[in-house]
T-cell receptor
């Protein structure tokens, strides 16, 4: 069965650079979530989209923005990167409209800011 | 403060023993999910229990939910070395649009 795809899997950036992470949800899933997980930390919810509209917002810095496109893939844009942005970034998708609620996570993108 | 808090934060047991992990939360929820994460890897969904359910089973996993105490437990029976991982609970706080994770329990199963 198709899973959530994230790209790239690894990304190394310098401070103050920008990064774009991509997420391709499971087909027919209508909700996408982004999470940030620092070393040894629990995943922190950043933002979610339902049917291409932002549906909830968590602890996402103003330097970050995200959107969901017409094909349901989502991108997380991160600007003015800081050392503290180094983390695993997970995308998850679910079929909220279908009532299943279960989130399926992608493998994550490991971002290292030097 | 965090919505979900796992207890214990670390647990070490012998193969074949049962492992019980607890999760407490603060606000009302629609459902609670348990996830497993091997070190530095993705999160794998284990089981979802809805707020109107009290107990759910899946293979060697048993999850209970007590909404009056705002707590849940995950029991892994007959543990195996391969069960070594971190286990997180996540609560749905906005009808499937926002989930809050607890800090996780690091389970070590010794052969």
């Amino acid at each position: 069965a198709a899973g959530v795809i994230q790209s790239p899997r690894h990304l190394i950036k310098e401070k103050r650079e920008t990064a774009t992470l991509k997420c391709y949800p499971i087909p027919r899933h209508d909700t996408v979530y982004w999470y940030q997980q620092g070393p040894g930390q629990d995943p922190q919810f950043l933002i979610s989209f339902y049917e291409k509209m932002q549906s909830d917002k968590g602890s996402i810095p103003d330097r970050f923005s995200a959107q969901q496109f017409s094909d349901y893939h989502s991108e997380l844009n991160m600007s003015s990167l800081e050392l503290g942005d180094s983390a695993l970034y997970f995308c998850a998708s679910s079929s909220t409209g279908g009532g299943t609620d279960t989130q399926y996570f992608g493998p994550g993108t490991r971002l290292t800011v030097l | 403060s965090q919505q979900g808090e796992e207890d214990p934060q670390a647990l070490s047991i012998q193969e074949g023993e049962n492992a019980t992990m607890n999760c407490s939360y603060k606000t009302s929820i629609n459902n609670l999910q348990w996830y497993r994460q091997n070190s530095g890897r993705g999160l794998v969904h284990l089981i979802l229990i809805r707020s109107n359910e009290r107990e759910k089973h899946s293979g060697r996993l048993r999850v209970t939910l007590d909404t009056s105490k705002k707590s849940s437990s995950l029991l892994i029976t007959a543990s195996r070395a391969a069960d070594t991982a971190s286990y997180f609970c996540a609560t749905d706080v906005n009808y499937g649009q926002n989930f809050v994770f607890g800090p996780g329990t690091r389970l070590s199963v010794l052969p």
